[in-house]
């Protein structure tokens, strides 16, 4: 099946830096979906692309979709303390219910 | 904002020992989902269900597990003879069916602890 492998795995930066977490696939993707995970939470859905080269914002969030269809970033500007937690991407192949999640990284902000 | 809750929150077992895990997805959701969590690990897919049957299981989803609507409002998860390797957090999740495509509304878990 499709893997989507994530990077980094663990990222600790500064209340107030930027933060970025990648998604990449050896295979086209029909979709990308975000979700976050709080501490000892369980997965909130973010988000969904679905174009190549799409970008949407929700506020302090950019979440963009490779032209190639193969990637995907979520990128955090001035990162807040209640930005903590683990930020999953997630592919729902066409045809199919399931929902496939990557690997995660774990943003920690230190204040 | 519409809720799916799981029960309960926390179940101990014995090893061998039967469990059920129950949910109640959000009530015009059509779809619905378990997945499993080991702690500090991915989200995995365990099994999808909709319109009264299976459509989808992962390789985890062995003869040792089943799924239930029995009522039309409840979703369950057994496992008939619990494993040590089966302790994990489970969520429910569901889906609404239309012209968008929403993503999954997970509920808050139940955790597993087989001893």
């Known amino acids: 099946g499709q893997q989507v492998m994530q990077i980094p795995q663990y990222q600790h930066v500064q209340e107030g830096e930027d933060f970025t977490t990648y998604c990449n696939s050896s295979?086209?993707?029909?979709?990308i979906q975000w979700y976050k995970q709080r501490p000892g939470g369980h997965p909130v859905f973010l988000i969904q692309?679905?174009?190549?080269?799409e970008v949407k914002k929700q506020k302090r969030l950019t979440f963009q979709f490779g032209e190639a269809k193969k990637n995907s970033s979520l990128h955090i500007t001035a990162t807040q303390t209640t930005d903590v937690g683990t930020y999953f991407c997630?592919?729902?192949?066409?045809?199919?219910?399931?929902?496939?999640f990557g690997t995660g990284t774990k943003l920690q902000v230190i204040p | 904002e519409p809720e799916v809750t799981q029960t309960p929150s926390h179940q101990v077992t014995q090893m061998g020992q039967e469990v059920i895990l129950r949910c109640v997805p959000i009530?015009?959701?059509?779809?619905f989902y378990w997945y499993r969590q080991i702690l500090g690990q991915k989200v995995e897919f365990l099994v999808s269900?909709?319109?009264?049957?299976?459509?989808?299981k992962s390789e985890i989803f062995d003869d040792q597990f089943s799924v239930e609507r029995p009522d039309g409002s409840n979703f369950t998860l057994k496992i008939r003879s619990t494993k040590l390797e089966d302790s994990a957090m489970y969520f429910c999740?569901?889906?609404?069916?239309?012209?968008?495509?929403?993503?999954?509304?997970f509920g808050s878990g139940t955790r597993l602890t087989v001893v």
């Open positions: 999740a569901s889906r609404y069916s239309g012209t968008k495509n929403y993503g999954y509304t």
């Open positions: 295979t086209t993707l029909s979709n």
């Open positions: 692309l679905v174009k190549s080269g």
């Open positions: 997630a592919h729902r192949p066409g045809g199919y219910q399931k929902v496939t």
């Open positions: 009530s015009n959701h059509l779809y």
């Open positions: 269900f909709y319109n009264n049957e299976i459509s989808e």
